[in-house]
């Protein structure tokens, strides 16, 4: 895949955003400027760059003299950015309750009960949805960027929940999440926004399988 000539370090951090996200790289893998350089047709500078942006957004780490590799925290990192976590969403989904346009949540409903398409991708499409939509619409330019810093730094994992076991159960969790914002109440939305990211946040501390 080779990249257009303008803001290339941005294509680069984003092509490489999408492949961790995606479970392309996997947790673990070695990344160097070398290696980037080949896979995307550019010079070290934006190789260097996007990777230096993934890791102020915590999915690279550098390792001493030996490049980079995709990040793989430890249960209670993982467990404190999901706590950072629900605390903001909880407070920007509070903010934005009556912001998000009732027509866009209906059609993640409808996209979650569309029995024409694999529970996993309406699953994981529908909730990658509604995680932007509350920042979108929070109506804070400061919180809605802390926001989606938190929402990219959990991304894989997100990802890995939504691949285990049980989808049928995730998927009704998330259907619960998006009627109780349609429904107006603002204090069960939140609750249940809460719940939903303390049980992604669970899965990797071991607490529940």
């Known amino acids: 895949m080779k990249l257009k000539r303008y803001s290339l370090a941005e294509q680069a951090y984003q092509a490489l955003l999408k492949q961790?996200?995606?479970?392309?790289?996997?947790?673990?893998?070695?990344?160097?400027?070398?290696?980037?350089?080949?896979?995307?047709?550019?010079?070290?500078?934006?190789?260097?760059?996007?990777?230096?942006?993934?890791?102020r957004d915590g999915l690279v780490e550098r390792q001493p003299h030996s490049g980079w590799n995709v990040s793989a925290p430890d249960c209670q990192q993982i467990k404190e950015l999901f706590e950072c976590r629900r605390e903001i969403e909880c407070l920007a989904l509070d903010a934005a309750m009556r912001k998000i346009p009732r027509e866009k949540l209906e059609n993640l409903?409808?996209?979650?009960?569309?029995?024409?398409?694999?529970?996993?991708?309406?699953?994981?499409?529908?909730?990658?949805?509604?995680?932007?939509?509350?920042?979108?619409?929070c109506g804070n330019r400061y919180l809605r960027e802390?926001?989606?810093?938190?929402?990219?730094?959990?991304?894989?994992?997100?990802?890995?929940?939504?691949?285990?076991?049980?989808?049928?159960?995730?998927?009704?969790?998330?259907?619960?999440?998006?009627?109780?914002?349609?429904s107006g109440n603002a204090n069960e939305a939140v609750k249940r926004l809460s719940s939903h990211i303390e049980h992604g946040s669970r899965i990797f501390g071991k607490e529940e399988l």
């Open 20 to 55: 961790i996200i995606s479970g392309e790289r996997p947790v673990g893998e070695k990344l160097t400027e070398e290696e980037l350089c080949g896979a995307f047709g550019i010079s070290r500078t934006p190789a260097r760059e996007a990777l230096v942006s993934l890791e």
């Open 109 to 137: 409903k409808k996209l979650l009960l569309d029995e024409s398409k694999e529970v996993r991708e309406r699953s994981y499409d529908a909730d990658q949805e509604l995680h932007s939509l509350i920042a979108e619409y």
């Open 146 to 182: 802390i926001l989606e810093r938190l929402i990219r730094q959990t991304a894989p994992y997100r990802l890995y929940r939504t691949s285990g076991s049980f989808p049928e159960a995730l998927l009704q969790e998330r259907l619960e999440l998006v009627e109780s914002i349609i």
